[in-house]
């Protein structure tokens, strides 16, 4: 090393065809330094191998090109340039011809770092980390026996791309895999196998996932190429996210859960131009979500999530449990609005916002829906308006076996001259603390209904059940508040098609005048 020093020269080359293996140990940056431009390493002699071994080593720019393999048991860094490892010079066949990157150690390059060895490719024994400034291009196959870490633009400058060439394989052993870059080129392969992958834009730059370019690009030929169980791309730091005619093809690798993130407040995601098809997806985004085009999963469920609404313009298809969540932050500000129809293929659906506009069609068949108020607040069911208003008009454009409004966090709930189609229980739950259920103004009618109220019913209008049973519950903690009862008013009735249950354990019932009970069993 301090013989090294000693050298001040644009460019140093070490070794040729002729001299056998080099080994490099504990080269430190004050060693290199006076080395402008490229330190280039040969051992390029038949069989002739070189390693970085001992202590990690530090160099401007380095190439390395050894004709029967090189081994990386140390770190290796360059702090200005790039840092290119050829590891079968001739790309003919001798007994290693490979890069052999022992477990735990970071190949970090200032610059650009290149990885090639045609005829025994790269393996890592455990973990390994590959850093550039400006783009990491695998040149050839890689397979690492650990989580493997890659970031191809480390100083977040929007330059570095991250490049697996046409007919190369990253290859994890089921082992994650995290890819940050602001740009990816997978022409050849990614396979993580039973473990997940995830891709970041390095500068808080868009992402477009198919047809849709954007700062960072995945396309959907560069998806079919990732074999995985998990997917996610993007977090809290990346910008808008577009997608944009995904094949049920481009997806099928991936096994579990694709995820899109744009959960910075100011990041939205939009589906657009082509339909797009998933196994599972979920999406979250800090601002919108907005489909535009047919949103399809054909083995998983799917879940939506953003702070500040969801827009559903096209058809939405899932073959899962479906959860959407309008208002992830609880503000107040998430609106869900479905303007096309919804379908779970009999599968459970879970809707929590501010409020709803439910223009179309939900249909989940056998299978149950809930809507729950985000931000704690009231409920109006049918010709009234709360927080949140469900009117029966959208109550109509929901098919459905069991139907849940609200629950210990919303607040009271009014009913108002329902007619449903909702098969099985309508259940309405206003079990926050001091919350209560009252019907008024107009007659209502289910097939089946239990309500839960923490702090009382009021019963101003008849209420009808005409296939199933009712049931309500004034007092569902049994705990004192400021009423705890069921009040009904004069002239009230209540049928029910089936058995009646009238309960409320503190505050007891009471009628204000004439009151008829209707129970066929």
Known sequence: GAELQNITATGLTIGDATNGNITVDGITAANSNNITGTVTLNATKDNAALSFSGTASTFNAVTANADDGISVSVG??????????????????????????????TLTAANTLFLDATTGNMTGTGAVTLNAGNGVNLNDGLTSAGATIIDADTNDNGSGTFTVASGKTLGTTSNT?????????????????????????????TIGLGNSARNLTLSGAELQNIT???????????????VDGITAANSNNISGTL?????????????????????????????SITGNIPVTTDTGGLSFSAGAGITLNDTVTTAGATTIDADSDD?????????????????????????VAISNTINTGSAAVTILASDGGTIGLGATAGGLTLSGAELQNITATGLTIGDTTGGNITVDGISNNITGTVTL????????????????TFNTLTVNA????????????????????????????????????????????????LNATTGGMTGAGALTLNAQN
Not at 332 to 355: K, P
């Open 331 to 355: 503000s107040g500000a998430g609106t869900f609005s479905l303007n096309n129809a919804l379908n779970t293929s009999n599968n459970t659906l879970s809707i929590t916002a501010d409020d």
């Open 177 to 205: 895999l995290s890819v940050t870059a602001d740009d990816v080129d997978i022409s050849g392969s990614i396979n993580t196998g039973t473990a997940a992958t995830t891709i970041l834009i390095s500068d808080g730059g």
């Open 429 to 444: 739950n206003a079990t926050k603390d001091n919350s209560s259920v009252s019907f008024s103004n107009t007659a209502s």
């Open 454 to 501: 923490d702090d009382g019913i009021a019963v101003s209008v008849d209420v009808t059940t005409d296939t199933g049973a009712l049931t309500l519950e004034g007092d569902a903690d049994n705990a004192l508040d400021t009423n705890d009862n069921i009040s009904f008013y004069a002239g009230a009735t209540l049928t029910s098609a089936a058995g009646m249950a």
């Open 228 to 242: 995985a169980t998990g997917l996610t791309i993007g977090d809290a730091t990346n910008g808008d996210v577009t």
């Open 76 to 105: 290796v860094t360059t702090d200005t340039g790039h840092l290119r490892l050829e590891g079968d010079a001739d790309n003919a066949a001798d007994t290693n011809d490979n890069i052999q990157i022992a477990a735990g150690v």
């Open 259 to 287: 995820t899109i993130n744009a959960t910075n407040a100011a990041s939205s995601i939009s589906f657009s131009n082509t339909a797009s098809t998933f196994n599972t997806l979920t999406a979250n985004a800090g601002n």
